[in-house]
């Protein structure tokens, strides 16, 4: 295999990097040359995404990658899903995009229900109905900016919306555009009518491009402003899960499910086709789209979130304490003895989290959390029993008894959180890669440049590339985490 050299931009909701991925003799290595630091801005009691400085983010990362290496065959974005920005005719942002975090849709679900109802919705799109979802977002902003709908805009989702900066195209990309409830699923492109019903303008939606396809090259002016030459811009699984449910390096001759586990856990299977069913949608199971035409039927359950706030907090207190640290005081403290859901909605918004688990104990009847040490097992223990939770309602819906677990994504690091999904869920773990949605990202534009002719080849060649460490369940563990099980439901009420 001759040398190719791609550049994956992956933004996270609180980080955002520049990495090279270079294929040669048969592997993939990564280098990381930009990293900077991404989050809300707080304005007029709304937060936002600070847009330009994110923009000026990527340039920056492309002139350190061109410093690396001056033959870039390719490079592309990825971001998390569902937030977005909308051009005024000019091409400039008509305001700075929401983020998915603000406030603004609390009540606009049941707005969007008075004009379609929830069971035909689901239906339609097949999406998991969540306060953050670009369909609430959009209800939110049109009754407080109705302006900003005007004739000759041009709604792009975040990561769409860099790859306009970027080259010029004004284009929606199949995986992100599908977190947006707005999409048909069955068609895999914009429900009109949907969007006519609920008084938004069709002409705000461009076309649909989907993944493993090339956008365009690098605009004049932006080749002028770095110095350098044409670098084509591809679409990829532009939402940053797609990307990552691509690097999983799953073993094909087993019966598998993933969880992509970051700031929020991402649990499914990959499909052929969406699963429309009203038990699909009272599970709170979602149809979002992934390459090669597949659909990723997942739930989202809130993930590394818990942990990442209650850091924070600490930390602003004056406790620091790293992630290792916690897994290390979490492993001393004595299991199952504190439970809460993940997805209480009082933990959605950044938040005094340890106070917050505190108080749910508390109201749940469990008693007061008497050290930092049992709080944190109260987290490690109901994230486990949560993706136990959701994997048997993923088997029910499907009728698959799964084999394995691939957990793919930064949290796989915490070898505390492996090996105790492993133990609750009774299956294999492989945990890896680590820089799953990088991978993705990069092995989709490989891809779309011909150099690896499939997606089941470039899973391979993810196998061959990183260390992928199995956590196998401990037997006599299974006792404790069956009672645990029971308990742990009849306290969240699931």
Not at 442 to 449: G, P
Request: negative net charge.
């Amino acid at each position: 295999m001759l040398k190719k050299t791609y550049l994956a931009f992956d933004l996270g909701a609180s980080s955002g990097r520049a990495i090279l991925g270079i294929l040669e003799n048969g592997k993939l290595s990564l280098e990381e040359v930009h990293r900077f630091s991404n989050g809300p801005v707080e304005m007029e009691g709304s937060l936002y995404w600070d847009f330009g400085s994110i923009c000026s983010e990527i340039k920056t990362g492309l002139k350190k990658a061109l410093a690396v290496e001056k033959n870039i065959s390719g490079m592309a974005v990825d971001t998390w899903g569902v937030d977005y920005v909308i051009l005024k005719k000019d091409g400039s942002c008509a305001r700075l995009p929401y983020n998915y975090r603000d406030p603004r849709t609390d009540s606009m679900p049941e707005k969007v229900f008075s004009v379609i109802p929830k069971e035909k919705l689901y239906e339609r799109t097949g999406i998991q109905f969540m306060q953050l979802n670009t369909i609430y977002q959009l209800a939110a902003h049109r009754e407080k900016h109705p302006g900003d709908f005007e004739e000759g805009n041009t709604l792009l989702f975040v990561p769409d919306a860099i790859t306009y900066m970027l080259c010029g195209k004004k284009s929606c990309e199949y995986t992100i555009a599908s977190t947006s409830n707005l999409v048909d699923a069955e068609k895999r492109d914009w429900d009109r009518e949907l969007i006519s019903m609920l008084g938004l303008p069709c002409g705000l939606f461009p076309s649909i491009k989907m993944p493993g396809t090339v956008a365009g090259t690098l605009s004049p002016q932006i080749m002028n402003e770095l110095n350098c030459g044409p670098v084509p811009v591809m679409y990829v699984g532009s939402h940053d899960t797609a990307s990552a449910v691509a690097s999983v390096p799953a073993d094909e001759s087993k019966k598998w499910a993933y969880i992509s586990c970051g700031t929020w856990a991402l649990l499914g299977a990959e499909l052929k086709s969406p699963i429309l069913s009203m038990d699909a949608m009272d599970s709170d199971y979602t149809n979002e789209g992934g390459l090669c035409g597949s659909i990723r039927f997942l739930t989202n359950i809130m993930g590394s979130w818990l942990f990442q706030e209650t850091k924070r907090v600490w930390n602003e207190k004056g406790n620091p304490i790293g992630f290792a640290e916690m897994s290390k005081l979490a492993s001393s403290a004595e299991p199952f003895k504190y439970f809460i859901n993940p997805n209480d909605k009082r933990f959605f918004t950044p938040c005094d989290m340890p106070e917050n688990i505190r108080r749910s104990c508390k109201e749940s009847g469990q008693g007061a959390i008497e050290d930092d040490a049992a709080l944190l097992r109260c987290i490690y223990d109901s994230l486990a029993l949560c993706f136990r939770y959701k994997i048997e309602k993923l088997e029910k819906l499907l009728g698959v008894n799964y084999e394995c677990l691939n957990m793919v994504g930064g949290a796989t690091r915490d070898t505390l959180l492996m090996q105790l999904t492993s133990d609750c869920v009774g299956i294999p773990v492989y945990a890896g890669p680590v820089e799953a949605t990088s991978i993705g990202n990069i092995c989709t534009q490989a891809m779309a440049d011909g150099a690896i002719p499939n997606l089941a080849l470039a899973r391979g060649l993810i196998r061959d590339s990183f260390d992928i460490p199995e956590f196998k369940p401990d037997k006599a563990a299974s006792s404790g985490w069956g009672s645990a099980y029971s308990r742990f439901k009849g306290v969240t009420g699931l």
